[in-house]
Protein backbone atom coordinates (compact mmCIF):
# COMPACT_ATOMS: atom_id res chain seq x y z
CA UNK A 1 0.00 0.00 0.00
CA UNK A 2 0.94 3.41 -0.95
CA UNK A 3 -0.11 6.21 0.78
CA UNK A 4 -0.61 9.63 0.04
CA UNK A 5 2.77 12.35 1.57
CA UNK A 6 -0.31 14.00 3.12
CA UNK A 7 -1.90 11.03 4.64
CA UNK A 8 1.52 9.74 5.96
CA UNK A 9 2.26 12.58 8.06
CA UNK A 10 -0.41 12.86 9.35
CA UNK A 11 -0.43 9.11 10.55
CA UNK A 12 3.01 10.56 12.07
CA UNK A 13 2.06 12.95 13.68
CA UNK A 14 -1.05 10.75 15.33
CA UNK A 15 1.84 8.38 16.17
CA UNK A 16 3.82 11.20 17.60
CA UNK A 17 1.52 12.97 19.64
CA UNK A 18 0.17 9.55 21.03
CA UNK A 19 3.90 8.69 22.48
CA UNK A 20 4.93 12.32 23.67
CA UNK A 21 4.28 12.72 27.22
CA UNK A 22 5.83 14.92 29.63
CA UNK A 23 8.01 13.31 32.05
CA UNK A 24 6.46 14.67 35.51
CA UNK A 25 7.95 12.94 38.46
CA UNK A 26 5.64 12.66 41.78
CA UNK A 27 8.45 13.39 44.57
CA UNK A 28 11.97 14.13 44.54
CA UNK A 29 13.82 12.09 42.36
CA UNK A 30 17.78 10.79 42.57
CA UNK A 31 19.88 9.86 39.91
CA UNK A 32 17.73 10.33 36.61
CA UNK A 33 19.99 10.46 33.07
CA UNK A 34 19.99 13.75 31.78
CA UNK A 35 18.31 12.62 28.71
CA UNK A 36 15.12 11.38 30.69
CA UNK A 37 14.65 15.24 31.44
CA UNK A 38 15.43 16.42 27.99
CA UNK A 39 13.66 14.11 26.00
CA UNK A 40 10.64 14.36 28.25
CA UNK A 41 9.23 17.74 27.06
CA UNK A 42 11.25 20.39 28.99
CA UNK A 43 13.10 22.93 27.87
CA UNK A 44 16.28 25.03 29.77
CA UNK A 45 15.57 27.91 30.72
CA UNK A 46 18.63 28.22 33.62
CA UNK A 47 21.92 26.73 33.90
CA UNK A 48 24.99 27.85 35.77
CA UNK A 49 27.43 26.81 38.33
CA UNK A 50 26.96 26.63 41.57
CA UNK A 51 29.73 29.61 41.99
CA UNK A 52 27.77 31.34 40.23
CA UNK A 53 27.00 34.87 41.85
CA UNK A 54 24.15 37.86 41.66
CA UNK A 55 22.36 36.67 39.01
CA UNK A 56 19.10 38.00 38.28
CA UNK A 57 16.06 35.77 39.37
CA UNK A 58 14.32 37.25 36.14
CA UNK A 59 16.75 35.61 34.24
CA UNK A 60 16.84 32.84 36.23
CA UNK A 61 12.84 32.18 35.20
CA UNK A 62 12.75 33.98 31.70
CA UNK A 63 10.27 33.44 29.98
CA UNK A 64 8.36 31.50 32.57
CA UNK A 65 4.58 31.90 32.92
CA UNK A 66 2.06 31.06 35.85
CA UNK A 67 0.51 27.65 34.76
CA UNK A 68 3.60 26.40 33.39
CA UNK A 69 5.79 23.69 34.35
CA UNK A 70 8.88 24.05 36.52
CA UNK A 71 12.03 21.44 37.33
CA UNK A 72 15.10 22.25 39.39
CA UNK A 73 18.21 19.98 39.21
CA UNK A 74 21.84 19.73 39.84
CA UNK A 75 24.56 17.24 39.23
CA UNK A 76 28.47 17.34 38.92
CA UNK A 77 29.94 19.15 36.20
CA UNK A 78 29.94 16.61 32.97
CA UNK A 79 28.13 13.91 34.87
CA UNK A 80 25.35 12.14 32.63
CA UNK A 81 23.01 11.63 35.39
CA UNK A 82 21.00 14.30 37.63
CA UNK A 83 22.25 13.63 41.48
CA UNK A 84 18.91 15.00 42.20
CA UNK A 85 15.66 16.96 40.65
CA UNK A 86 12.05 17.31 41.52
CA UNK A 87 9.37 19.39 39.48
CA UNK A 88 5.79 21.10 39.86
CA UNK A 89 3.46 23.81 38.79
CA UNK A 90 5.41 27.04 38.80
CA UNK A 91 3.36 29.10 40.65
CA UNK A 92 3.79 26.45 43.39
CA UNK A 93 7.58 26.14 43.38
CA UNK A 94 7.67 30.39 42.63
CA UNK A 95 4.72 30.80 46.40
CA UNK A 96 6.45 33.10 48.33
CA UNK A 97 7.29 31.38 51.43
CA UNK A 98 8.25 32.58 55.09
CA UNK A 99 11.63 31.37 56.35
CA UNK A 100 11.30 27.51 57.18
CA UNK A 101 8.01 27.37 55.63
CA UNK A 102 7.35 25.28 52.27
CA UNK A 103 4.84 24.81 50.11
CA UNK A 104 3.38 21.08 49.15
CA UNK A 105 3.36 20.29 45.65
CA UNK A 106 3.31 17.24 43.81
CA UNK A 107 4.99 15.27 46.50
CA UNK A 108 7.79 17.96 47.16
CA UNK A 109 8.38 20.62 50.33
CA UNK A 110 8.84 23.81 48.10
CA UNK A 111 10.78 27.11 49.40
CA UNK A 112 11.09 30.47 47.67
CA UNK A 113 12.20 33.56 49.51
CA UNK A 114 15.27 36.23 49.76
CA UNK A 115 17.37 33.74 51.95
CA UNK A 116 17.27 30.80 49.62
CA UNK A 117 14.69 28.86 47.10
CA UNK A 118 14.96 24.69 46.57
CA UNK A 119 13.30 21.75 47.56
CA UNK A 120 12.50 19.16 50.52
CA UNK A 121 11.20 15.46 50.58
CA UNK A 122 7.64 15.60 51.74
CA UNK A 123 7.26 16.34 55.07
CA UNK A 124 10.40 17.11 56.06
CA UNK A 125 11.09 20.44 57.49
CA UNK A 126 13.48 22.84 56.18
CA UNK A 127 16.40 25.00 58.61
CA UNK A 128 17.38 28.28 56.43
CA UNK A 129 20.19 29.62 57.61
CA UNK A 130 20.25 31.32 54.83
CA UNK A 131 20.20 28.03 52.43
CA UNK A 132 18.93 24.77 53.90
CA UNK A 133 21.22 23.48 56.59
CA UNK A 134 18.94 20.65 57.90
CA UNK A 135 19.71 16.90 57.81
CA UNK A 136 23.59 17.97 57.37
CA UNK A 137 26.55 18.00 59.54
CA UNK A 138 25.38 21.39 60.95
CA UNK A 139 21.84 20.57 61.72
CA UNK A 140 19.96 17.53 62.27
CA UNK A 141 17.40 16.59 60.26
CA UNK A 142 15.88 13.64 57.69
CA UNK A 143 16.63 13.10 54.45
CA UNK A 144 19.65 14.84 53.24
CA UNK A 145 20.07 13.55 49.84
CA UNK A 146 16.67 14.73 49.03
CA UNK A 147 17.30 18.17 49.71
CA UNK A 148 18.47 20.96 47.89
CA UNK A 149 19.08 24.64 48.59
CA UNK A 150 20.11 27.36 46.75
CA UNK A 151 20.94 30.96 48.01
CA UNK A 152 19.10 33.87 47.30
CA UNK A 153 19.26 37.51 47.96
CA UNK A 154 17.41 41.07 47.88
CA UNK A 155 19.94 43.13 46.37
CA UNK A 156 23.66 42.78 44.86
CA UNK A 157 25.12 42.66 47.90
CA UNK A 158 23.46 39.45 49.11
CA UNK A 159 21.66 41.19 52.04
CA UNK A 160 18.37 38.48 53.07
CA UNK A 161 14.78 39.02 53.40
CA UNK A 162 13.09 35.95 54.06
CA UNK A 163 9.65 38.08 54.04
CA UNK A 164 10.79 39.24 50.52
CA UNK A 165 10.61 37.15 46.99
CA UNK A 166 13.76 36.50 45.97
CA UNK A 167 15.47 39.34 43.08
CA UNK A 168 18.91 37.52 42.88
CA UNK A 169 20.40 33.79 42.61
CA UNK A 170 23.29 33.21 44.80
CA UNK A 171 25.81 30.73 45.07
CA UNK A 172 24.46 27.11 45.66
CA UNK A 173 24.83 25.36 48.74
CA UNK A 174 23.49 21.98 48.90
CA UNK A 175 22.74 18.96 46.70
CA UNK A 176 21.47 16.59 48.13
CA UNK A 177 24.09 15.14 51.04
CA UNK A 178 26.85 17.23 48.93
CA UNK A 179 27.12 20.74 50.81
CA UNK A 180 28.90 23.61 51.53
CA UNK A 181 29.04 24.23 46.91
CA UNK A 182 29.22 28.13 47.61
CA UNK A 183 32.57 27.98 45.65
CA UNK A 184 32.10 24.77 43.80
CA UNK A 185 32.64 25.21 40.11
CA UNK A 186 32.30 21.79 39.60
CA UNK A 187 28.76 21.66 40.15
CA UNK A 188 26.16 22.62 38.09
CA UNK A 189 22.43 23.75 38.57
CA UNK A 190 19.61 23.94 36.59
CA UNK A 191 15.95 25.17 35.93
CA UNK A 192 13.87 23.59 33.29
CA UNK A 193 9.91 24.62 32.03
CA UNK A 194 6.99 23.42 30.35
CA UNK A 195 4.14 24.48 29.30
CA UNK A 196 2.46 21.19 29.08
CA UNK A 197 0.65 19.49 31.87
CA UNK A 198 1.55 15.89 32.81
CA UNK A 199 0.40 13.84 29.80
CA UNK A 200 -0.73 10.21 29.67
CA UNK A 201 1.36 6.98 29.43
CA UNK A 202 4.26 6.41 26.40
CA UNK A 203 1.94 3.98 25.21
CA UNK A 204 -1.05 5.37 22.83
CA UNK A 205 -4.20 5.56 24.15
CA UNK A 206 -7.28 3.21 22.71
CA UNK A 207 -8.13 6.73 20.82
CA UNK A 208 -5.00 7.48 19.38
CA UNK A 209 -5.04 3.93 17.98
CA UNK A 210 -8.89 4.56 16.95
CA UNK A 211 -7.66 7.79 14.80
CA UNK A 212 -4.54 6.19 13.04
CA UNK A 213 -6.77 3.11 12.17
CA UNK A 214 -9.33 5.72 10.43
CA UNK A 215 -6.09 7.08 8.43
CA UNK A 216 -4.97 3.48 7.43
CA UNK A 217 -8.87 2.90 6.70
CA UNK A 218 -8.76 6.08 4.32
CA UNK A 219 -5.49 5.08 2.76
CA UNK A 220 -7.08 1.76 2.39
CA UNK A 221 -10.54 2.85 0.80
CA UNK A 222 -9.02 5.21 -2.07
CA UNK A 223 -6.07 2.43 -3.09
CA UNK A 224 -9.18 0.48 -3.73
CA UNK A 225 -11.11 2.92 -5.43
CA UNK A 226 -8.04 3.34 -7.81
CA UNK A 227 -7.95 -0.23 -8.70
CA UNK A 228 -11.61 -0.33 -9.48
CA UNK A 229 -11.90 2.91 -11.70
Known amino acids: MKLKPSLLAAIIAV???ASAALYYPNGVQTNVPVTTVTGGEWTLVYQG???DSAVPISTVFAGVNPGDYLLYAAKPVGATEFTLLAAAPASDVRTHTSQNETTLSNGVEWYYNGGSIGFAAEGDAILQNSADIAASSWAPGSNGHL????HTAVTTGWDNDYDAVPLYLFEGWRAGSTIELNDASNWERYVFVSSSGPGPSPI?????????GGLLGIGLLQRGRRKSA
Do not use: D, I, N, T
Open 15 to 17: SAS
Open 49 to 51: LYS
Open 147 to 150: RLSW
Open 204 to 212: PEPGSFLAL
